[in-house]
């Protein structure tokens, strides 16, 4: 078995402000940092953390060297990732002073996919093993479709949200990540109403399993012959950036070594709920043995 994460690295660019900018406004930012991140980065070392074997594939610019340190300081593959001569993705990311966050995302070499290297990638993975996808890299439905020729298992986390999802032959996902604001969106029911977001996931990807993540509110899965609900531990809010992506990664973990829903979706949440208490992206990812501490 192994696991690739096909996706975006990015250098974030992280303001500390005392609320998050508004149209026409100007303000001061207290504070100023840099971390390595990416959904894609994030999600990879996630999952590295939690356990997996995992190889990460994409593109960085000529200013990545630290997003390829980062990754195998963290136990990541990356023999599979190249370098163009462009900048790197990055992001302009604003937290204020609850911990919530507001971002810009610029895709820089993210965007450099081309056919050739995603059949470069892919040959080096076959029906044992699974692709973790997001939306920040290009030619994101070709990635897809080859991955589900060969017989790679399908995992797709739709962020951000956009037109390149519609492109995309979602039949072929075997797993949806998404949040609340990514549910509603791809079905076009209120966040408000999470279990009706779960029912159309069913009616339109009937052989699909959902995980629908909450924030502070819990997240649900959802399957063929189960759904159930996993609260949110609580713990003091310092920078929610990599939450989500920690979810993932630590849940991907416990679906591709066969634990139970109920026990992938527990340390999942243990997981995020460490994560959002430090600062920064992959820097807050938890390593496993950080979750035996909470009960």
């Not at 991907?252 to 995020?272: D, F, I």
């Amino acid at each position: 078995m192994k696991v690739l994460c096909f996706g975006s690295m990015n250098l974030d660019y992280v303001y500390s402000l005392d609320h998050i900018v508004a149209p026409g406004e100007t303000i001061s930012s207290s504070y100023q940092e840099i971390f390595v991140g990416g959904k894609g980065l994030n999600q990879a070392i996630a999952m590295a953390k939690a356990g997996l074997p995992v190889w990460h594939a994409g593109i960085t610019g000529t200013d990545g060297e630290i997003l390829l340190k980062t990754l195998r300081e963290n136990g990541v593959n990356t023999s599979l990732i190249r370098q163009e001569d462009v900048r790197s993705g990055h992001t302009i990311i604003q937290v204020d002073g609850n911990g919530q966050n507001s971002i810009i995302l610029f895709g820089g070499a993210n965007q450099c996919i081309t056919s050739e290297y995603i059949t470069e990638v892919l040959g080096e993975f076959g029906p044992r093993d699974m692709i973790l996808l997001q939306n920040e890299i290009n030619r994101l439905d070709e990635i897809i479709n080859s991955a589900a020729s060969r017989g790679i298992k399908v995992v797709l986390n739709p962020s951000p949200f956009d037109g390149n999802i519609g492109k995309c032959d979602l039949s072929k996902v075997g797993l949806f990540l998404v949040n609340e604001v990514e549910g509603a969106q791809i079905s076009g029911i209120s966040a408000q109403k999470p279990e009706q977001i779960l029912d159309w996931f069913a009616v339109h990807y009937p052989e699909a399993e959902v995980v629908l993540t909450l924030g502070s509110e819990g997240a649900w899965y959802s399957g063929v012959e189960k759904r159930c609900f996993q609260k949110a531990f609580f713990t003091k809010t310092v920078d929610t950036t990599a939450a989500g992506d920690t979810f993932s990664g630590y849940f991907l973990e416990g679906w591709m070594t066969e634990r139970s829903v109920e026990e992938s979706l527990s340390r999942a949440a243990k997981a995020a709920s460490i994560a959002v208490s430090r600062k920064g992206a992959a820097p807050s990812i938890p390593l496993a043995v950080e979750l035996e501490v909470l009960q």
